[in-house]
């Protein structure tokens, strides 16, 4: 019987270990922090409309998590997350796809569904989980979902979204379709069995899949080397038999560079590709998240440094394309945009108690009807242990 495992190692005759050292993936990095290029550096496919819409989105998503965490401290919203410092990772490699790409988000990627084209009242309806909301007051906010642009809705379990990436994909494969599925997750993300299991599947299945590794340096309070002992995330990536590069993270010219190359090897070699992103959470974890209890200002002063936005800021400006009273005007539009839009969300009705119960079952089982009124009985008797801004009966 013929031995089929593939490998072409070297045969040796003594003990050979192979550690850290033995594969050494460089980082690319096509911008300076003063908004100056590498000599030589490969530049990405972009011009003035594309670079302003991806900066543009930075200031959008700056504004969006600024008023929305000063929101969840006034106690108007339950809960938010920011991706401050981390905006180059997802806004970069979304500008890299096409519309009908498949995105499937982690929970910290609302830049690359706001460069998609989610508007300020969509993002306020899913925060507030008023009845405009699309996933109808379910889920809990910054779980955004869009059917229209293509963005899976977000779940709160860590990495599910990885294995359903690589059958999405396969599925695209089977359909012969000319795109593929971005698929983001952290650092933490990529120590759950279900990365493995994701990343093998698509290396052996030969799916149209770009795997997004936004390595923060923690997975909330844990930093990477309590994590891992290995050389970041991209080697596994190689083990598993997906191309792979190591980007930083903090460098939108190099996202985009390297996500325009990922995509040509998914969709037209059906090639899955693994890219991390070395950034930094310049916020907390999330608004229940205090990280000074474990990391120092000074580390975070010293990625303060190195933000992502700014540094783009300043290529902008080199070219002739962006100037502080362009800045000015565009942050106050979005400011205001913003805080329209969550006085406006925030009035909308909550959802009837009803759509609790719909769109699982064609029609209502016998035993959830009866939850559905007891649940009803249960708030009418109980009025004042219910928060009425979460739910109305469905006579309202």
């Given at each position: 019987?013929?031995?089929?495992?593939?490998?072409?190692?070297?045969?040796?005759h003594?003990?050979?270990?192979?550690?850290?050292?033995?594969?050494?993936?460089?980082?690319?990095?096509?911008l300076?922090?003063?908004?100056?290029?590498?000599?030589?550096?490969?530049?990405?496919?972009?011009?003035?409309?594309?670079?302003?819409?991806?900066?543009?989105?930075?200031?959008?998503?700056?504004?969006?998590?600024?008023?929305?965490?000063?929101?969840?401290?006034?106690?108007?919203?339950?809960?938010?997350?920011?991706e401050?410092?981390?905006?180059a990772?997802?806004?970069?490699?979304?500008?890299?796809?096409?519309?009908?790409?498949?995105?499937?988000?982690?929970?910290?990627?609302?830049?690359?569904?706001?460069?998609?084209?989610?508007?300020?009242?969509?993002?306020?309806?899913?925060?507030?989980?008023?009845?405009?909301?699309?996933?109808?007051?379910?889920?809990?906010?910054?779980?955004?979902?869009?059917?229209?642009?293509?963005?899976?809705?977000?779940?709160?379990?860590?990495?599910?979204?990885?294995p359903?990436?690589?059958?999405?994909a396969?599925?695209?494969?089977?359909?012969?379709?000319?795109?593929?599925?971005?698929?983001?997750?952290?650092?933490?993300?990529?120590?759950?069995?279900?990365?493995?299991?994701?990343?093998?599947?698509?290396?052996?299945?030969?799916?149209?899949?770009?795997?997004?590794?936004?390595?923060?340096?923690?997975?909330?309070?844990?930093?990477?080397?309590?994590?891992?002992?290995?050389?970041?995330?991209?080697p596994?990536?190689?083990?598993?038999?997906?191309?792979?590069?190591?980007?930083?993270?903090?460098?939108?010219?190099?996202?985009?560079?390297?996500?325009?190359?990922?995509?040509?090897?998914?969709?037209?070699?059906?090639?899955?590709?693994?890219i991390?992103?070395?950034?930094?959470?310049?916020?907390?974890?999330?608004?229940?998240?205090?990280?000074?209890?474990?990391?120092?200002?000074?580390?975070?002063?010293?990625?303060?440094?190195?933000?992502?936005?700014?540094?783009?800021?300043?290529?902008?400006?080199?070219?002739?394309?962006?100037?502080?009273?362009?800045?000015?005007?565009r942050?106050?539009?979005?400011?205001?945009s913003?805080?329209?839009?969550?006085?406006?969300?925030?009035?909308?009705?909550?959802?009837?108690?009803?759509?609790?119960?719909?769109?699982?079952?064609?029609?209502?089982?016998?035993?959830?009807?009866?939850?559905?009124?007891?649940?009803?009985?249960?708030?009418?008797?109980?009025?004042?242990?219910?928060?009425?801004?979460?739910?109305?009966?469905?006579?309202?």
């Amino acid at each position: 019987m013929s031995d089929k495992r593939k490998t072409d190692a070297q045969i040796v005759h003594c003990p050979e270990f192979s550690e850290n050292s033995s594969l050494n993936i460089p980082t690319l990095r096509i911008l300076q922090d003063d908004g100056t290029l590498y000599p030589d550096a490969a530049m990405p496919e972009i011009d003035q409309t594309l670079a302003l819409k991806i900066y543009d989105t930075f200031l959008f998503i700056r504004a969006l998590d600024e008023r929305m965490l000063a929101s969840q401290r006034q106690g108007r919203i339950s809960f938010y997350m920011t991706e401050t410092g981390e905006e180059a990772a997802d806004i970069g490699s979304a500008a890299a796809l096409k519309d009908d790409d498949m995105i499937m988000a982690q929970y910290r990627e609302q830049g690359a569904l706001a460069f998609r084209g989610f508007e300020p009242d969509e993002f306020m309806n899913q925060i507030f989980s008023n009845e405009k909301d699309y996933g109808k007051g379910r889920q809990m906010p910054i779980h955004y979902g869009s059917n229209k642009l293509h963005y899976m809705t977000v779940s709160s379990p860590l990495a599910t979204q990885l294995p359903q990436a690589t059958g999405y994909a396969y599925a695209l494969k089977a359909q012969d379709k000319a795109n593929c599925v971005i698929c983001y997750f952290g650092d933490g993300a990529a120590s759950e069995g279900d990365f493995h299991a994701a990343l093998n599947m698509a290396g052996v299945l030969k799916t149209p899949s770009i795997f997004f590794c936004r390595n923060n340096g923690y997975a909330i309070s844990t930093p990477a080397h309590e994590q891992f002992a290995g050389d970041g995330i991209a080697p596994r990536g190689v083990a598993l038999g997906l191309k792979t590069i190591r980007v930083d993270g903090n460098d939108v010219l190099a996202v985009l560079k390297a996500t325009q190359e990922a995509r040509k090897l998914a969709v037209e070699q059906h090639q899955p590709v693994l890219i991390e992103a070395m950034t930094y959470r310049l916020g907390a974890h999330s608004s229940s998240d205090d990280p000074s209890g474990y990391r120092n200002k000074s580390e975070e002063d010293t990625w303060r440094s190195k933000c992502p936005v700014s540094r783009f800021k300043h290529w902008l400006i080199l070219q002739g394309w962006w100037d502080e009273e362009q800045e000015t005007a565009r942050k106050e539009v979005h400011r205001t945009s913003v805080v329209q839009a969550m006085k406006k969300g925030e009035k909308v009705p909550a959802p009837a108690l009803k759509e609790l119960f719909t769109d699982v079952y064609d029609s209502l089982p016998w035993h959830l009807e009866e939850q559905h009124k007891a649940l009803e009985q249960h708030i009418r008797k109980y009025p004042d242990a219910y928060k009425t801004t979460s739910w109305r009966f469905d006579d309202e």
